[in-house]
């Protein structure tokens, strides 16, 4: 499978330093976005500690001999790294005192053969666009996320709430995570999104895909037009979007061949 990828974390217009971290491997077929927390720049430490642990233990057991011998279940091999990625930030909080409470969401996607395995903790989202349409693939964990599942508010209610950044799962907090992973077949016309929710908390799924669908022939572009829409909407929180699609579907205006990445991390002020 030969996939093309762009990602960019922004610091915002609010926020002093970036907490978000972002990461990927071709090779691996692995696409990660993590969002940190804690005071002391202790969310910094957390979100790269998370990208760094699960790609250091998918690297251990995903490789060609054992994926050829189906050993390995990438739904299994990806839920364990996240675990792994748990219980390393959680030593880290207790054994560090200026990272005592930190934690970490974060999203994955894992391509292999014709499917896309993707995990996810917190509130940071997978967003799929096919044929046009955009679906939110991931459900956050949330405390308006469980106020909108038991029917005391609407979506557009949540939108507005003072309690929507309230997350019920993270890395990192305790000595055990769930983990929510699934597995889905990839049709050539994908388009996935992960996103921290310093972008979903400012535009919805409507403008999500209006811009993807418009730039089509760039990722550079689409990544770009969406932080700077975060932004001109207040950018209250780091903005941090990768997008990720087959090769044959979208070329990148960088002109990048199927087994390069480029990262992009900007200061906010557009340099």
């Not at 993270?170 to 983990?179: R, T, W």
């Not at 049709?187 to 979903?200: A, E, F, K, P, Q």
């Not at 969406?226 to 002109?255: K, P, Q, W, Y």
Request: proline share 1%; charged share 25%.
């Amino acid at each position: 499978m030969k996939l093309a990828v762009y990602g960019l974390s922004d610091v915002g217009l609010s926020r002093e330093h970036n907490e978000d971290s972002i990461s990927w491997d071709i090779d691996l077929g692995l696409i990660m976005l993590a969002d940190g927390m804690g005071g002391h720049n202790a969310g910094e430490v957390a979100s790269e500690l998370a990208v760094t642990a699960i790609r250091d233990a998918l690297l251990d057991v995903l490789t060609p001999d054992m994926l050829d011998t189906k050993l390995i279940k990438c739904d299994e091999a990806l839920r364990e790294a996240v675990i792994y990625a748990n219980e390393e930030i959680h030593e880290q909080a207790n054994r560090r005192t200026e990272c005592a409470g930190m934690g970490t969401t974060v999203v994955i996607t894992l391509f292999h053969e014709d499917k896309v395995t993707y995990a996810h903790v917190g509130d940071s989202r997978i967003y799929r666009v096919r044929h046009g349409e955009i679906k939110q693939l991931t459900q956050d964990h949330s405390l308006v996320q469980e106020m909108i599942d038991n029917g005391y508010l609407s979506q557009e209610e949540a939108m507005l709430s003072s309690s929507r950044n309230l997350i019920t799962r993270a890395l990192g907090i305790a000595p055990d995570v769930e983990v929510d992973v699934r597995t889905e077949t990839i049709d050539n016309d994908d388009v996935y999104l992960l996103c921290s929710d310093g972008l979903s908390d400012l535009i919805n799924g409507n403008d999500m895909v209006r811009i993807i669908n418009t730039q089509r022939d760039s990722l550079g572009t689409a990544a770009q037009q969406l932080v700077d829409l975060a932004n001109e909407r207040g950018g209250t929180d780091n903005i941090s979007v990768i997008l990720v699609a087959m090769h044959e579907a979208f070329s990148d205006e960088h002109g990048l061949s199927p087994t390069e990445s480029q990262e992009v991390e900007t200061d906010g002020s557009g340099e």
